[in-house]
């Protein structure tokens, strides 16, 4: 009885010569949050003022990638992700949502890859953003957290001891970001994205930009740095948005510390403050990881976000909100 | 602008310090999306090193093994995967990794009948070696004697 019915069907997917090739991993990441979020206008004033406990799935997933070498200097590179949601299984109504997919060719020279991915500007965040995927995430209070389809990237080789460069192309496809975000009267064209840094395990230094990938006439520069010393660990972002169609130049920071306290306590704490997404938008975090195992992370978090509701584009300074959420979750790599 | 400016150029200026080199896990390195990080042997982590284990290479393509993997997939939780050191006519070495003091005695029982296939008329346990690892894992080590 060694051949069974899965071991057919995932031979047929995967030649027996390749497969050693292939990583498969995944991470369930679920939390219990307890929810205070509040509307207040300057007119009639209390709005809204709604308190609830939520499960939640952040950014749960699977993938595979891998790869296998064509000759001694060339390599096909791919990789498969996938998010599903394991708290209520919709995630808008797919069973499995794409995260990062892409095929690619590395080289000597570097790798070209296409697929749907992150830009290279938002890779450049690197690790500084200590509150990733929770309600402490970044992308809640900047722009250019953008996953983007229809890309194609050029990723240099590290040289200089960590040095590398990355460009991306984003095609002005009907369904791609770009299009997919300019107004129907404005002339749709492709985006490009690019970073350059510095990596080291110490530390870190980054420049990234974005011309027309959010929109066409959407511009936005971002600079990062991260510094390890010993247990601390500290992250500043800084961005730069440029909108030419709506006239709005914001920018905006966010501040990261985190405390290695032992081999399996950390604390960490966040400050965001910027004006590119919402108006006037504060985020402060605090929150507290035990590392149960090498997989297996327990955490707890605070998290305090003040904006004005409207977006940028549409300046009505008139409603507020300012929200609380506390949680607890576990987060488990395999 | 300026106050980006001058945080990136303190950043620039910060002095290098002493950090972690290791690997990341296998989703970690796939969130990073940085195709020039150095390759890291997953055959034995996680998901991935079940599967590995379940499946190997064969003439024929992938061949499940479910007798090996019974005795895989449960311990794989507290135990990584057992790792035959040196093999010799008469010397064995088997070493795992285990992430608990709790689960030693597990490990330790499974390395036996590992053992035994080398050792098909029996051996001898020469010397147990337990070595901390990070994260509170423990490296165990011991090393047999066949019988002739």
């Known amino acids: 009885m060694k051949k069974t019915l899965l071991a057919l069907a995932i031979t047929s997917l995967l030649p027996a010569a390749a497969f050693a090739d292939v990583t498969v991993y995944g991470k369930a990441n679920v939390s219990l949050q307890g929810t205070d979020e509040a509307s207040y206008s300057s007119a009639n004033g209390n709005q809204a003022d709604g308190s609830k406990v939520e499960l939640l799935s952040n950014a749960s997933r699977i993938g595979v990638k891998g790869g296998e070498e064509v000759n001694s200097k060339l390599k096909v590179i791919y990789q498969f992700e996938y998010q599903t949601e394991v708290d209520d299984g919709t995630g808008g109504g797919q069973t499995f949502a794409q995260r990062n997919i892409y095929l690619g060719l590395q080289g000597i020279a570097g790798t070209l890859m296409g697929g749907h991915f992150d830009t290279p500007t938002k890779v450049a965040q690197e690790k500084i953003d200590l509150f990733n995927d929770l309600e402490g995430d970044i992308t809640h209070i900047f722009k250019g957290e953008i996953r983007a389809s229809n890309i194609v990237q050029y990723v240099s080789p590290t040289f200089g001891g960590g040095f590398s460069g990355s460009v991306a192309y984003v095609t002005e496809e009907t369904d791609g970001v770009t299009k997919q975000n300019n107004p129907a009267t404005v002339d749709t064209s492709s985006g490009v994205s690019a970073s350059f840094g510095y990596n080291s395990s110490a530390f870190y230094v980054g420049v990234a930009a974005d011309q027309d990938v959010e929109a066409n006439g959407v511009d936005l520069i971002r600079l990062v740095g991260r510094l390890t010393l010993g247990a601390f660990q500290f992250g500043l972002l800084g961005e730069s948005y440029d909108n030419d169609n709506t006239g709005v130049d914001d920018e905006g920071f966010v501040g990261s510390a985190m405390w290695n306290m032992t081999d399996k306590w950390a604390l960490k704490a966040q400050y965001g403050d910027s004006d590119v997404r919402w108006i006037d938008s504060k985020s402060a975090s605090l929150g507290l990881d035990y590392k149960m195992t090498k997989s297996a992370t327990l955490y707890g978090y605070y998290t305090k976000v003040e904006n004005g509701v409207t977006d940028v584009m549409e300046p009505t300074l008139d409603n507020y909100r300012d929200d609380d959420y506390v949680g607890v979750g576990l987060d488990y790599k395999f | ?90 010397n064995l070495s088997l070493r795992v990794e285990v992430d608990q003091w709790s689960n030693v005695a597990l490990a330790r029982t499974q390395l036996l009948p590992k053992a035994m296939e080398k050792c098909p008329k029996g051996f001898s346990v020469q010397r147990e070696n337990y070595r901390p690892l990070p994260m509170g894992r423990i490296d165990l080590t011991i090393e047999f004697t066949c019988f002739k």
């Open chain 2, 1 to 90: 602008m300026k106050l980006i400016l001058a945080m990136f150029i303190g950043a620039c200026c910060a002095v290098q310090a002493y950090a972690d080199d290791n690997c990341a896990s296998a989703v970690d390195a796939a969130d990073s999306m940085n195709v020039n990080q150095k390759d890291c042997d997953y055959t034995n982590e996680g998901l991935n090193g079940v599967l590995h284990k379940a499946f190997k290479k064969g003439s024929e393509g992938a061949v499940l093994e479910t007798a090996e993997a019974k005795s895989a997939v449960a311990p794989v939780a507290a135990v990584a995967a057992v790792q035959t050191n040196k093999v010799t006519d008469t």
